[in-house]
């Protein structure tokens, strides 16, 4: 059965100090992770995808990361504005849907 | 540019009520995706459309649950009768067949009372 675990459930930073988000996961045939941001009482905002081991996404403050078993979400020197849930999602087998994790909700202080 | 439009944002209704949800996809886009958010279990796929035609519906959760997408720029979720374990935060989201990324809508936030 696909499956993905984040870790932490929460996290609390100091902003500008970095830290990582883990999302481990179990699929048949992965055919993409995907790393969504999540809003207080909006829908989940699409970051990145990777699809092999070794691969590398950067945006802003945000870096992606993969390996065949998990993927990494690095954030450098984050803001307050950096707060949010992170959400992320493995596509495997034949099907074309989504498998998302519970997220880790990320809040960082001034 | 309009991106996916759900209503209504809220709904509180009552054991055994039926409840209509509905999704407007961003035009031009071709598969959609009916979402659930809860604590307990996260964000989980309910039902999808691949123009217009149900794919995978194995995340419906009972036969209390129906969706339909009778053209390209309307879906709607149904429950009949709701209950209380359906309170939820439910999610459309649309792409285009082969594109990467999913764009969410808003979400309608439903309280079975």
């Known amino acids: 059965e696909d499956q993905v675990t984040q870790s932490p459930e929460a996290l609390r930073l100091q902003e500008g100090e970095s830290s990582s988000l883990n999302c481990s996961y179990t699929?048949?045939?992965?055919?993409?992770l995907f790393w969504y941001r999540q809003d207080p009482g909006k829908g989940p905002e699409f970051l990145f995808t990777l699809y092999s081991a070794g691969e590398e996404k950067e945006k802003e403050r945000l870096k992606a990361t993969l390996t065949k078993k998990e993927s990494f979400l690095h954030i450098t020197a984050p803001k307050p504005e950096d707060s949010a849930t992170y959400l992320c999602?493995?596509?495997?087998?034949?099907?074309?849907?989504?498998?998302f994790g519970k997220g880790t909700k990320l809040s960082v202080k001034p | 540019d309009a991106g996916v439009i759900q209503s209504p944002r809220h709904e509180v209704t009552e054991m055994g009520q039926e409840v209509t949800l509905r999704c407007k996809p961003i035009s031009g886009h071709n598969s959609l995706f009916w979402y659930r958010q809860t604590m307990m279990r996260g964000l989980e796929l309910l039902i999808y459309f691949n123009n217009n035609v149900p794919i995978d519906d194995s995340g419906m959760p009972e036969d209390r649950f129906s969706a339909k997408m009778p053209n390209a720029s309307f879906s709607t979720l149904k429950i009949q009768p709701s209950e209380p374990r359906d309170s939820a935060v439910y999610f459309c989201?649309?792409?285009?067949?082969?594109?990467?990324?999913?764009?969410f809508g808003p979400g309608t936030r439903l309280t079975v009372l």
């Open positions: 699929v048949s045939g992965l055919r993409g």
């Open positions: 999602a493995v596509r495997g087998g034949s099907q074309g849907n989504l498998i």
């Open positions: 989201a649309s792409t285009l067949q082969g594109l990467v990324e999913q764009f």
